[in-house]
């Protein structure tokens, strides 16, 4: 039986195709695509996982069933900490104690990002240094579920980024600094 499921896992992975050029109009495979593959090949502890992959992790920690998920999920959590952190500073507020795990390139790319004068720009920093989390963190065995799993964050990633808009952006960031701002009278 395991060996099964191994070779429907080889035939899947073998089939998605690689994710290298997000600046390319069209993704070569979309994130439908990738969930239906998963349905036809993975049991389905792995299938509850896919189903439940996510840019945002949960607030507070919550084991996936995948150390490769969590190791991703506690990096992400404390950026989006670290991120939170560093705006709040910057407004001169109070903000919550960075978790035992923020690593010092974490706080660094948060400052960096928030640094910056373009929110575009931020994201597209804050995408790339994203990317580069994940490779770190993927599997070296290009077969394993995990592997599967790193491939899934890795679409929405570049998904995500298919999204922006240079001008819905600016209206955007304008009209929620504004908020911000208001809030803070």
Known sequence: MASLFQSSQYY???QLPAIENVDSKQLPITEKYY???CERFLDEKSLAIVRNLSLEPPKKEVKTGSAFLDAWNDRERCLRMALAQVRALKMKKDSDTLPGGCTADILQAARTAVGMESPLAAEEFLN?????TLR?????DTFSVDAVFAYGISLMLAQRMKKFDVETGKVSYHKIYDEILEDAK
């Open 12 to 14: 899947l992975v073998s």
């Open 35 to 37: 969930r239906d593959l």
């Open 128 to 132: 790339k240094y994203r990317m580069e």
């Open 136 to 140: 770190s963190l993927a599997p070296l």
